[in-house]
Every structure is written in C-alpha cells, then in structure tokens.
C-alpha cells in the first residue's frame, strides 16, 4: 500500500511541483501547507505515514516540527528538504529525521527516499555522501586515541563540541583540535559536515 504523505514547502512553486511529482507516481498527499504551523497541524490531523518538510519555513521548521512530533509520541517519518547542506539535520538522521534530501536532488531521489525510509531506513541525498569519505573497516579506529575514540563516540550519541568539552573536563577548542586530528587520521575530508556524516554511516562501530 502507498504511504500517505504531507507536504509543506513555503515556496508554492517547488511544493506544487513536488506534490504533482509524486501524485504522478501514485502517491497518496492528503494536505499541504506553505509555513510550519500548518505543517503540524496536518501531520496531527491526519497521521500520515510521511511528513515531507523544507527545512526553512515561517513559524515552525522542519526539524523543529520533527521534534514536536516525537515529544507527541507521533509516528509520522520526518523527510528534511534544503537547498544547503545543514549540520543540524545530519545530526537528527536516526533520530528525529529519517530523510535528508536536497532540492536540486528531490525530483530524483525523493521515490527512492521515500521507499527507504517507509521499509524503517534512513537516507541522505547522494550529493552529500558522494564528497564524504566512509570507511568499512575498523583498523583507522586503533589509530585514534583514547580521547579521540571517546570524542567519537560522543558525536555517536549527538553531543555538541561543547557538550564533549563539559564530558571530557576539556576546552571546546581541545575539542575541535582532536575532531581535526579524527579528520585525519580517518582520512575524512575536511568538509563541514564531513566527520558526523562519517560516524551516521559508521554507527555500527559505536556503542551508542
């Protein structure tokens, strides 16, 4: 059976856009809304299987709603639309956020998203992961030291580089020494959200 889905965009073009995309393939869009507000309003109205969400709209954002539903113990999936590359949404996938997709990707990834995300995985469009570098292998682990496997386990749980530096009894700026020695050690580029990205794909690897 297909999914039923919200969709909210505050551009009217691109959500028109989308919403007669996925029509087209057979997608059921029980409402949109063009702000945030509305947004949630309509997944509590309507409980769909999938709330589809640009990240920057009026009042509510996507991630903001995404966390309203869970604190309402709402089951809808929260899929994340963005024109940019936003650490904060890397560091809800798994959590609050089950798809991140950018908008210059979303008439092409957003099936594919969608049927990941409805079969209980996450997705992250692949123009970001294509620049990332993921590893398979814990031998780059044995390299890090004590405090940089502690570090990366922390950024496994979510933790903010000052949160680490409250846990660790360090500074924040020790912190994001050692995150750059991780970087390369792990031979990750240096891109802004290289290192969570790493860790999201690599979470078998810690004990969360």
């Known amino acids: 059976m297909s999914p039923t889905i919200i969709l909210a965009d505050d551009h009217p073009i691109l959500l028109t856009g989308t919403k007669h995309f996925l029509e087209s ?27 589809i969400l640009d990240f920057d709209m009026p ?11 869970q604190l309402k113990g709402i089951k809808t999936k929260i899929i994340i639309l963005t024109l940019f590359k936003e650490e904060a949404i890397l560091e809800k996938i798994g959590k609050t956020i089950h798809g991140y997709i950018l908008k210059e990707d979303a008439l092409k990834e957003i099936e594919d998203c969608i049927c990941h995300v409805v079969e209980e995985n996450t997705y992250v469009s692949k123009n970001i992961k294509a620049s990332i570098h993921f590893s398979n292998s814990q031998k780059e682990i044995h390299n890090l030291t004590v405090t ?36 390369k050690k792990l031979n990750i580029p240096p891109t802004q959200n290289g290192l969570l990205l790493w860790v999201q794909q690599n979470s078998q690897l810690f004990n969360t």
Do not use: M, W
């Open 25 to 51: 393939k057979n997608f059921k869009i029980l409402a949109t809304a063009l702000e945030g507000n509305n947004a949630y309003n309509e997944i509590i109205k309507n409980k769909p299987d999938i709330a």
């Open 59 to 69: 009042k509510l954002n996507g991630l903001e709603i995404a966390d309203q539903c």
């Open 148 to 183: 940089e496997a502690k570090i990366l386990n922390y950024l496994a749980k979510n933790l903010s580089s000052s949160q680490i530096a409250e846990q660790l009894f360090i500074s924040k700026r020790t912190v994001e020494k050692h995150r750059s020695n991780i970087i």
